[in-house]
């Protein structure tokens, strides 16, 4: 879908004087390859980063996906000012620049090529946004940047949230993907990973949070003509990415539907290679793939997530030895279970503490022990029992973990005040909240590993 309405932005800024010094200037003078970098900065992104670049102790790094989006988001200004629309989707592993390129150095870039133009920027919550939008406006307010556009920030509207260009209509706003948008256009909206964790990933509510929040709230604010850039390195085969992939290609059903152009990146090429290799080497791609695990790994590195399949923890992995490694810190970790729903079953759950120890390899990997597991089902003041004589029987030097979320914070005060100078009670509360597929999704990659050692 292209809208063909014409918008009043302002053309790209004329480079004819700058080119015609440049030529008439000697061709091995430094004058001259300045002149001629400040017509590449003020025309293309890539070249805008390079003179802008601010951060020092990290210089900008180049890669083949690099330069592919950079020409693409040119392409966008370009056809923008002509009053045509573009929608991009770019799925990119984490820590490869995608962030730097579209919602730091792109806005800035946009607002000196088109003054006019109106820019929302959204991500999972409005903190990381502002983040962002900060680096954004700093950039625009440089005088490496002054060299190359005349804009200037508008000093009664600079905050991180909204800031604005002086005398012009154009403005960056900051928000997260379910903030409140109406009133507020966009020429251009970047969405910058729209999920903030696993934990959102897995939970159904929240992916259908985040997709109204586009589609009832940020989309509905574009301008006639616009971009739409969505950027995310991804969690969930059913994202926002996924679900509007799903949709372009039930086209005979929603004929209207925006067909978005995807560039998809991944850690992994086809051919074995590795994505940007000018920036991470052999070994970190590795031992990220190691880390992750298959799962994680296939949606975090590859941008292609599937759907979780059973027998998550691979047991047959699991390694077995006569006795444990010397100086480890031993933690016995319990997994309450008292409630009222679970006493009321015909079969309760479990309250389950293992006694385990962890290792990190020099490599980054990480290695379990578990030298003694003890279960029961029992209501509280039993289950309470057991935990303080196991407590007793470990000793101090073995730390207990004692679960504190919802209904268990009470079990965790009484505990610690039990066992006050006889073990060290530690809180813990669990990511995923009681969600046990979350819970067990940050052993999966150790498991799947062989880093599991049982006695």
């Known amino acids: 879908m292209m809208a063909t309405v014409p918008v009043p932005l302002a053309p790209p800024p004329p480079d004819q004087v700058l080119e015609s010094a440049a030529r008439q200037s000697p061709g091995a003078g430094a004058s001259a390859r300045r002149l001629r970098a400040i017509v590449n900065a003020r025309r293309d992104l890539l070249s805008f980063m390079r003179w802008c670049w601010r951060n020092p102790a990290s210089p900008l790094m180049v890669g083949k996906h690099t330069r592919d989006i950079a020409r693409r988001l040119d392409r966008a200004l370009t056809d923008l000012a002509a009053g045509k629309s573009t929608y991009l989707i770019v799925t990119l592993p984490y820590r490869h620049g995608k962030s730097d390129m579209v919602s730091r150095y792109f806005p800035p870039l946009a607002l000196g090529r088109l003054p006019e133009v109106e820019i929302i920027l959204a991500t999972y919550g409005a903190a990381l946004s502002e983040e962002l939008s900060r680096d954004a406006r700093s950039i625009f307010d440089t005088d490496e940047y002054r060299e190359l556009f005349v804009q200037k920030l508008d000093p009664q509207t600079q905050a991180v949230a909204h800031w604005a260009v002086a005398g012009r209509r154009g403005k960056v706003r900051a928000v997260g993907i379910d903030g409140a948008v109406m009133g507020r256009g966009a020429d251009i909206l970047i969405v910058d990973d729209y999920c903030k964790s696993r934990q959102d990933a897995e939970s159904e509510v929240v992916r259908n949070s985040t997709w109204e929040g586009f589609t009832n709230g940020l989309i509905s ?44 990146y991944k850690a992994r090429q086809d051919d074995g290679s590795w994505l940007f290799p000018e920036r991470f080497s052999d070994e970190w791609y590795r031992q990220q793939f190691a880390t992750l695990g298959s799962y994680a790994a296939a949606a975090l590195l590859q941008g292609e997530p599937t759907i979780r399949g059973g027998n998550m923890l691979k047991v047959d992995q699991i390694q077995f030895a006569d006795s444990m490694p010397g100086g480890m810190l031993w933690v016995r970790f319990w997994d309450l279970a008292s ?70 914070k009470d079990a965790f005060t009484e505990l610690q005040e039990i066992l006050k100078g006889r073990s060290h009670v530690h809180k813990w509360v669990p990511h995923g909240g009681k969600d046990s597929v979350v819970r067990a999704g940050a052993m999966e990659p150790c498991f799947e590993a062989g880093n599991v050692t049982f006695l």
């Not at 085969?237 to 039930?250: A, L």
């Open 221 to 264: 604010r574009l301008a006639p003509a616009h971009i739409v850039v969505i950027l995310a390195t991804r969690w969930h085969q059913d994202d926002v990415i996924g679900r509007i992939v799903e949709r372009m290609s039930n086209r005979a059903d929603n004929p209207d539907f925006p067909q978005y152009e995807v560039m998809h």
């Open 339 to 408: 409630t009222e729903k679970e006493r009321a079953k015909d079969d309760p759950d479990y309250t389950v503490g293992a006694r385990c120890a962890v290792t990190v390899t020099p490599d980054g990997l990480v290695r379990l022990f578990v030298d003694d597991v003890v279960w029961v089902q029992a209501e509280a003041p039993a289950r309470n029992r057991l935990i303080v004589e196991t407590a007793l029987a470990d000793g101090p030097g073995v730390w207990q973990g004692i679960e504190s979320v919802a209904g268990y």
